[in-house]
Structure formats: structure tokens, C-alpha cells
């Protein structure tokens, strides 16, 4: 068992930034791959970046790419979404997951989900 807690979402102007932060515990935690998703009201949840699990190769949609950037450290067993140049569509429920070993792009690939956490980007 994973757990995952995400933090660091919140009210932000367009053109602000945000970093948002997904604490890992559990077994073999640093076993996992890591993503970042996000869910729009109305909208499917969809991938923003992953991470493999030595923090190398890291993914970003192309509709963040520039903007965001994922990272992580692999002692605090966190992950971490730098998020700049803020938009109001880049409003979302953010979602930390993770899945053992490989990663992913695909939201029902993921073994483990945090609680989510809501970023708001006021125009």
C-alpha cells in the first residue's frame, strides 16, 4: 500500500505560480513511478507529467509544457509540480499518482491516487 498526499493548490491569478507537492509513505514507496493529473470540471481527468522512478525521464503534456515542470526527491519521497505562467484553463482538481515500477500516460494504469488538490487560476 501507497499513500499519497498532495498540497500547495489555491487561488491564483493568471500568470501566477504555484508549486504543488504529493508526499509518498507505504512500502517501497520509491518503487513507483509517479504522475501528476488534473480534472476540469465537466472534463475527464487527464495526464499533466509524469516521472519514473529514479526522477529521470520526465513527461509533460503538451499543454504544459514550458509552464510546468515536474521533479522529485527521492529521500523525502516526494514529488513536486512547479507550475508557472498560470491560465484559468489550467483550473483543476490536481491528482498525485502512482504505479509500480513503469509509468504511464494512462489514468487506469495508476495503482494508487491521492485526494486531490484544487487550483484555481482567476483571469
Known amino acids: 500500500q501507497v499513500q499519497l498526499v498532495e498540497s500547495g493548490g489555491g487561488l491564483v491569478q493568471a500568470g501566477g505560480s504555484l508549486r504543488l507537492s504529493c508526499a509518498a509513505s507505504g512500502r517501497a514507496s520509491s518503487s513507483y513511478a509517479m504522475a501528476w493529473f488534473r480534472q476540469a470540471p465537466g472534463k475527464e481527468r487527464e495526464i499533466v507529467a509524469a516521472?519514473?522512478?529514479?526522477?529521470?525521464?520526465?513527461y509533460h503534456a503538451d499543454s504544459v509544457k514550458g509552464r510546468f515542470i515536474i521533479s522529485r526527491d527521492i529521500a523525502k519521497n516526494t514529488v513536486y509540480l512547479q507550475m508557472v505562467s498560470l491560465k484559468p484553463e489550467d483550473t483543476a482538481v490536481y491528482y498525485c499518482a502512482a504505479r509500480l515500477r513503469v509509468g504511464s500516460l494512462v489514468t487506469y494504469e495508476y495503482d494508487y491516487w491521492g485526494q486531490g488538490t484544487r487550483v484555481t487560476v482567476s483571469s
Open positions: 516521472i519514473s522512478r529514479s526522477g529521470g525521464l520526465p
